[in-house]
């Protein structure tokens, strides 16, 4: 296992260890440890990855963008999701 500090230890030291060094952090246990372990493993870093949700748009709203693209094919893509957005608010009110 790839450990803590200079040297290979086992998750249970890894754990012990951490304990010790940052008494002030909220304890990390083994299963913590292995899913750490296992994120380096499978891609070189612990940082946090961000979900990639795919927004759910209706077919309309497809449309509608593409005419709004038609007309004026140089506008920014924030440009038409706010224009997007103020449509639907006008729409539920």
Known sequence: MIGYGDRARTQCEVVRLFRETHPDLPPLNQGTISEIEAQYREM???RKVPNKRQAVVDDDTKLNLLLALEENPIT???QLARDKLRYLIKEKF
């Open 76 to 78: 920014p893509a924030r």
């Open 44 to 46: 070189g870093h612990v």
